[in-house]
């Protein structure tokens, strides 16, 4: 179902949010203090504005409590003075990109529902596909328990999933991409083949078992 989204901020990270958010079906209302950013995002979103989001008559006049989903992707102060502006206006969602654990906190306590840790996000994604050998994705979970998009090793080619998985307690094949097809919960006697990517997810000492 289609969403109503307010996308304040149209820099690289706020501009690539609202293009994907339009492309993925929903309607989009860009707004930027810069005309030059708004006159280029204008033609991919549904609409693009030119706004100031620390002056609030500005953003009462473009309606934020139409919107289903805010989103605010500013520099740091104004990100934290425009989230508390549209608390106060009153809206449904605001959806805040933090810069650190304290931009995070604040920006909680201003009233943002959601606080998007971009950087510790994108640092953690780094560092574990650089430690793991043949990792394409990944992404924390909770409690030491991770997923992983990984390349099937040399060591585990050959090697059925229910034997990789009785080697390392915890670990789950979630999914198998093989050539052009992507099979979901592979069963337990598929035998893994060169070129193999697997969707695993486990405690994380058993993809550094894996992956080596």
């Known amino acids: 179902m289609a969403k109503q ?3 304040v901020g149209l820099g690289t990270f706020g501009g690539m949010v609202a293009r994907e958010l339009t492309k993925l079906g929903h309607e989009v209302l860009g707004c930027d203090r810069d005309p030059v950013i708004v006159a280029a995002i204008a033609p991919d979103l549904t609409e693009a504005v030119e706004l100031d989001a620390t002056d609030e008559a500005a953003l009462r006049a473009v309606g934020p409590g139409d919107f289903d989903v ?5 520099d740091r102060q104004t990100s934290v003075f425009s989230t508390m502006l549209l608390e106060q206006i009153g809206v449904r969602t605001i959806v805040a990109r ?3 654990p304290l931009d995070a ?3 909680q306590r201003v009233g943002a529902d959601r ?3 971009t950087d510790e996000l994108i640092a953690t994604w780094v560092a574990h596909t650089i430690d793991l050998s043949g990792a394409l994705d990944f992404i924390r979970l909770a409690g030491g328990v991770s997923a992983v998009h990984l390349r099937i090793p040399d060591r585990a080619v050959g090697q059925t999933i229910a034997a990789v ?3 390392r307690p915890g670990l789950a094949v979630v999914a198998l991409h093989r050539g052009a097809d992507v099979v979901a919960n592979p069963p337990a006697d598929t035998v893994l083949l060169d070129g193999d990517t697997a969707l ?3 405690p994380e ?3 550094s078992s894996l992956a080596g």
């Open 5 to 7: 989204i307010l996308v």
């Open 200 to 202: 695993l997810v486990g």
């Open 70 to 74: 805010i989103v605010v992707a500013l």
């Open 165 to 167: 998985v009785a080697a």
């Open 105 to 107: 906190e604040i920006l």
């Open 115 to 117: 606080v998007l840790k």
């Open 98 to 100: 933090a810069a650190t």
């Open 205 to 207: 000492d058993t993809f």
